[in-house]
């Protein structure tokens, strides 16, 4: 598949045939001559700052061999002989954010994390000096780097997770301020999740700005998507670019073509870490996944036409009858609709109000169905005893894939779009866009932990070309 980089610039919006195929290859052309329009979108969510704008280009799909790897997947690992610039790393990782960085010539020559099974996978692919460290009582010091790469810990800031405003791990953003100005890096790379910037979570995140605009540096936040990265994933993450010297800069980070899942799995046979754990048939696992098709979930709470009930899967959940389906359904519905609380998915519903719902006494069925499990009494409410939501998501061939996580080898959770089976770690590896040269350690949930924590490579490589073109030649 041939990729290549149109320098479009565009605010958002739509971009008609005139005003972009005259900066794309033949190919290009020919897909805008047939689609009519292509969509741009500005991934900059920092207020406007005079002699300074964000550029997107328009990303473009191509056809694709299915049988072959795609080419970030068979692309060797990269040396570090070849780099023309150093720089410090810390809340390393795996290394995802630094390989990267490598890829476009700017060598991370020390790596320091907590985590030293992260960096026992960090160590077998690049080769940098890794160094386990507590860097809330350490500050690494280096006298040659050029930039300081931060992956900070997204957890206590992650929409999915508890996103608990005093996480102590949130306080660790101000440790990259501390550690930026110890080394006088001249550019400082930080990387976390969106919501890092939303709610109370934000001071964290300004507080981390501010203290970096007072020693002199230029502040930009950065908005990238997965798919607008070259990556097989509905993936946003948030950079912050800061450096010094002059702030008539423009951020110009050209799309690559999007990738499907079909397109990212291809060639996987015989390749590290692609080892396929099957269910049996008669374990539950197994039996839900028949019932699960791609792009839909099994959820009870939020009732869709791409959701399954598990009142829809007898053979694991239990018989109902007709009448007990539209009890369950009733419930569904009402305890989102009509609400009470302030918090939560949604609230117990009470016993009169289902049967005011459907038009019928409803106590005997809702009897039946507490029995069988289906409901649970709440006092002199009830309601469903499985509220999951997006649980067995599976996956759809010719899309890209949800966000991956730590969890994202988890059965339950997420499933292949074509087997009943959970993902391989190289799965979820070539869904973040590492290289089959990337090999991992530890165990099934270490390397899960792993992949799920990194920076995907192609973004991190988007950033670090324009540092490297316009913030170090400069």
């Not at 008609?16 to 292509?38: E, F, N, P």
């Not at 759809?396 to 996580?405: G, S």
Request: glycine share 8%.
């Amino acid at each position: 598949m041939g990729y290549s980089r149109p320098r479009i610039a565009s605010s958002c919006g739509q971009l008609g045939r005139s005003d972009i195929k005259g900066g794309l290859t033949s190919t290009q052309r020919a897909y805008v001559s047939q689609t009519g329009t292509l969509r741009a979108r500005l991934h900059n969510d920092a207020a406007p700052v005079a002699g300074s704008r964000a550029q997107f280009a328009v990303r473009v799909r191509f056809a694709h061999n299915h049988d072959q790897a795609p080419p970030f997947a068979a692309a060797p690992l990269p040396s570090a002989r070849t780099a023309g610039w150093r720089a410090l790393s810390v809340f390393s990782g795996c290394g995802g954010l630094d390989l990267g960085f490598l890829q476009e010539g700017i060598f991370a020559s020390a790596a320091h994390d907590i985590d030293g099974k992260a960096l026992a996978t960090y160590a077998r692919n690049i080769p940098s000096t890794t160094i386990r460290a507590n860097l809330a009582e350490t500050i690494p010091s280096s006298c040659d780097n050029h930039v300081l790469l931060a992956g900070a810990p997204c957890q206590g800031f992650s929409t999915a997770g508890k996103r608990e405003v005093e996480d102590p791990r949130n306080a660790l953003l101000m440790r990259v301020a501390d550690i930026a100005l110890h080394n006088h890096s001249q550019v400082v790379v930080v990387e976390n999740v969106p919501a890092a910037t939303s709610g109370p979570h934000r001071r964290h995140w300004e507080a981390l700005e501010d203290r970096l605009r007072l020693a002199g540096y230029n502040v930009r936040r950065v908005v990238l998507e997965g798919e607008a990265s070259g990556l097989a994933q509905r993936r946003r993450r948030l950079f912050l670019l800061c450096w010094l010297g002059s702030d008539c800069i423009n951020i110009l980070l050209p799309a690559k073509p999007a990738l499907t899942v079909r397109e990212a799995f291809g060639g996987l046979e015989g390749v590290d870490d692609h080892d396929v754990v099957w269910p049996h048939r008669s374990h539950k696992d197994w039996q839900i996944a028949r019932h699960i098709p791609p792009g839909h979930r099994l959820s009870n709470v939020r009732r869709s036409d791409r959701t399954v009930a598990t009142w829809d899967i007898p053979e694991v959940y239990g018989d109902t009858s007709e009448e007990e389906r539209r009890v369950l359904t009733a419930v569904s519905r009402l305890r989102r609709r009509d609400r009470v609380r302030t918090f939560g998915d949604g609230d117990p519903v009470p016993r009169d109000r289902i049967s005011q719902e459907l038009g019928r006494d409803a106590d005997v069925d809702i009897e039946r169905l507490i029995a069988a499990g289906y409901l649970r009494p709440v006092e002199k409410l009830v309601e469903l005893r499985q509220t999951y939501n997006g649980r067995y998501r599976r996956l759809i061939w010719d899309a890209a894939a949800p966000t991956v996580d730590t969890k994202f080898g988890r059965m339950d959770l997420f499933l292949h779009p074509s087997e009943h089976r959970g993902m391989t770690s190289r799965e979820a590896a070539r869904i973040q866009g590492f290289p089959d040269a990337f090999r991992l350690t530890g165990s099934a949930k270490d390397k899960f932990v792993q992949i799920g924590n990194a920076v995907p490579p192609p973004m991190a490589a988007a950033i670090a070309a324009f540092v490297r073109e316009a913030l170090l030649k400069a």
